[in-house]
C-alpha cells in the first residue's frame, strides 16, 4: 500500500516537470512560427513509412525537420535522411515513450530561421507516449488495421489525447477479420472530433486527404499567431 502511494507520487512528480518543460518547447515552436506534432504508435503500425510518403507532399515548398524517437538505433533517421531533410535521432537506451526534456535538448540542433513543420515520431509503443506531453500542437495516431478493431477501446487515453488517428494498412483489410465500422465507432465514442484517415502506405491510397489536412493544419497554425 505504502510502496503504491510512493509510486504514484514518484509518477506525478516526472510528469509535473515534464509539463513544465512541455510548455517550454511549446513556446518555442511558437516562437519560431513552427507547428510541431506528435506521431504515436505501436511498433510496426507504419509511422516511419507514413513519414516517406508524406515528405515528398511538403518539401517543395515547406521547410520540414524530423525528431525520431527509438529506443536503439537510427535506423529510422537513416530513412528520413534519404529526403534530405534534417532530422535528428533520439535512443532512449530503454525508456518506452519520448520525454520534453529529450525533445528539449536536440532543438538547438535544427535551424529554426524559416522550420515550417516539426515531426516527431515517438517510441513505438501505444501506452506510455499517451501521458508525456513533448510541447507539440496535437497528437497523431498511427494504427495498422492488422491489430485488429478491439484495439481503440483495449488503449482509450491515446485515442481521447490525439487530434487525429491515420488507419494504416487498408491494403490488408480484406486479408483480415477487422471490422472497420467497429473501429470507426470505437474511436469515435472515444473522441468524437477526431479525425480519421484510411490509408494505405504500400498503394498511397488515402494519403491526399491525409497530407491535404495536415497541409492545412500548417497554414492554420501559422495564421494563429497569438
Ligand atoms: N502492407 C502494408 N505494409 C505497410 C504499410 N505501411 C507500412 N508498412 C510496412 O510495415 C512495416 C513497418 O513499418 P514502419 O514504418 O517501419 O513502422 P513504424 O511504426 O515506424 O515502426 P517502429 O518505428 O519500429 O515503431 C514495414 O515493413 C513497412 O513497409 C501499409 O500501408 N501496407
Ligand atoms: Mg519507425
Redesign the pocket.
Known amino acids: 500500500m505504502e510502496s503504491s502511494r510512493r509510486e504514484i507520487e514518484v509518477m506525478a512528480n516526472l510528469l509535473g516537470s515534464n509539463d513544465v518543460q512541455a510548455e517550454v518547447n511549446r513556446a518555442h515552436f511558437r516562437k519560431n512560427n513552427c507547428l510541431a506534432i506528435n506521431v504515436i ?12 510518403k508524406t515528405l515528398p507532399h511538403f518539401t517543395l515548398d515547406l521547410r520540414v525537420g524530423v525528431i525520431e524517437g ?1 529506443i536503439f538505433t537510427s535506423k ?1 533517421a537513416d ?1 528520413i535522411a534519404v529526403h534530405k531533410i534534417p532530422v535528428i535521432q533520439i535512443n532512449t537506451g530503454g525508456g518506452c515513450h519520448l520525454d520534453s526534456k529529450m525533445v528539449s535538448k536536440v532543438l538547438p540542433e535544427f535551424d529554426w530561421s524559416s522550420m515550417d513543420l516539426m515531426i516527431i ?1 515517438n ?3 501505444l501506452v506510455c507516449p499517451a501521458d508525456f506531453d513533448l510541447g507539440e500542437a496535437f497528437k497523431v495516431i ?1 494504427l ?1 488495421i492488422v491489430e485488429g478493431d478491439d484495439k481503440p477501446s483495449k488503449y482509450p487515453v491515446i485515442f481521447r489525447n490525439a487530434k487525429a488517428v491515420v488507419l ?5 483489410e480484406l486479408l483480415t477479420d477487422v471490422n472497420m465500422e467497429t473501429m470507426r465507432h470505437d474511436i469515435r465514442t472515444i473522441n468524437p472530433g477526431i479525425e480519421i484517415f484510411e ?5 498511397g491510397n488515402g494519403l491526399q486527404a491525409w497530407t491535404s489536412w495536415l497541409r492545412h493544419e500548417v497554414e492554420a497554425y501559422k495564421e494563429d499567431k497569438g
Not at 41 to 52: V, Y
Open positions: 504508435g505501436s511498433p510496426g503500425a507504419g509511422k516511419t513509412t507514413l513519414l516517406e527509438d529510422d530513412r515520431e517510441v513505438g509503443n498511427v495498422s494504416n494498412k487498408m491494403d490488408f490509408v494505405s502506405c504500400r498503394n
